[in-house]
């Protein structure tokens, strides 16, 4: 007969094992699942112990004096592989930055952090068990790491905390969803604020050299006319809602580098209606990363049919519109901001292959010229075209 004891144990392993499978599936988006079973598998590791609490410093890394960045989520960088392959990139071409997920689409932190609200919240999903160990991996090969936080699309501050959060106006009791069935924070809510200041600030502790911050707006997609904000007024223009959250970042972040990303629109409208306006955000981030992907503009732009076919004619009209606008604002209000765009290394509208990607970044270089301060690529499973970059040599600075 088998023990009882026995029987338990046998229980709590079986339940314990479901558990864990049961908030992976939930959480692990599906284009980041693919591209990890698919590349990486082999050295996954799923035993992440807790993270262990030093002293906190910040980074004294020297920055290059033009940034190339390709972007990982926080499960990339949470495989050894794919960080070796980062790094590999970063050695081999001109690439000398990464972009990681801190806190992305899902509102869960990729490592343990010392933010009370974080742990009341149950926002840590520590990915990465020791973060300064993980950074400074980066900085040994030189190169410079940023933080990306998503802002205002948080799933997780919205379970937690429903009076920050956008409810139906059809029916105040449910949470309102975009397309994606994401939750959104009211952008007007300042405890939200100070949430993502908090967190901002001890990324920055743990030698980060870069605070990147991404919707940081009003919801852009799914029933609009359904919305009901707890703390907006819906009379004060939401550019001035927006734009006082980034007077009020920069007063938390005095010395931070901070960049802000802005839909690749933003370069050439005035407003979008979800408060972007690029101008505001020039006074009080180091970098405005416009995300010019071409497949993101509508058929008739520029009267191209399908954008995405020129990536070099969309980014070049882009860029050189944003730095106009840059170069008006300076004759008013001189700012210290510079432009470093998102570009589009994924295939959508068309196939994106080394010559595509070579445009848009030569198509940036050109644009700008002597105001060239570099570009970020973004691709959702983190594969780049190695092709379309120049070689690590001495004159990439």
């Known amino acids: 007969m088998i023990p009882r004891s026995f029987l338990i144990l ?29 590349e990486f598998s082999p050295s996954i590791t799923t035993d992440i112990t807790p993270a262990v609490d030093i002293e906190s410093q910040k980074s004294t890394f020297q920055p290059p004096e033009i940034v190339r960045a390709v972007y990982l989520t926080n499960w990339s960088a949470a495989n050894p592989r794919v960080v070796d392959y980062a790094v590999d990139i970063a050695k081999n071409t001109e690439i000398n930055a990464v972009v990681i997920d801190i806190k992305d689409w899902s509102g869960y932190i990729t490592y343990d952090t010392q933010v009370l609200e974080a742990e009341q919240y149950n926002a840590e999903r520590a990915l990465i068990p020791d973060i300064e160990a993980f950074v400074e991996r980066f900085h040994k090969e030189g190169i410079y790491v940023i933080a990306r936080i998503t802002v205002f699309q948080d799933p997780v501050l919205a379970l937690a905390r ?32 100070d949430y993502n200041i908090a967190i901002a600030r001890d990324v920055l502790n743990r030698g980060f050299d870069e605070l990147n911050f991404d919707y940081v707006r009003f919801p852009s997609d799914g029933n609009l006319q359904d919305m009901n904000f707890p703390l907006w007024d819906e009379t004060t223009p939401r550019n001035v809602i927006i734009k006082e959250f980034y ?30 306006v690029i101008e505001n955000a020039y006074q009080y981030f180091d970098f405005v990363s416009p995300m010019v992907y071409p497949s993101h503009y509508a058929e008739g732009f520029l009267g191209y049919q399908n954008p995405a076919e020129y990536p070099y004619e969309v980014v070049k009209h882009s860029m050189e519109s944003a730095l106009k606008k840059l170069n008006l604002l300076n004759q008013l209000n001189p700012t210290k901001a510079k432009l470093r765009p998102w570009l589009q290394d994924f295939d959508l509208g068309a196939t994106y292959d080394e ?8 198509a940036v270089s050109e644009a700008l010229g002597e105001n060239f301060s570099g570009f970020m690529l973004w691709n959702s499973k983190n594969i780049y075209t190695k092709e379309a970059l120049f070689p690590a040599n001495e004159n990439i600075k």
């Open 162 to 193: 429903p009076d920050l959060a956008v409810h139906q106006k059809s029916d105040k009791s449910l949470l309102w969803l975009d397309k994606s069935g994401l939750a959104w924070i009211d952008p007007a809510a300042k405890d939200a604020w």
């Open 10 to 38: 046998i229980i709590i392993i079986i339940v314990g094992g479901f558990f864990i499978f049961l908030q992976k599936s939930i959480f692990l988006p599906q284009k980041e699942n693919n591209f990890i079973e698919k």
């Open 355 to 362: 010559e595509q990607v070579r445009a848009e970044i030569d």
């Open 247 to 276: 007077k009020y970042l920069r007063e938390k972040l005095p010395q931070a580098v901070l960049s802000i990303d802005l839909f690749g629109l933003s370069t050439v409208n005035s407003d979008l209606g979800v408060g972007q």
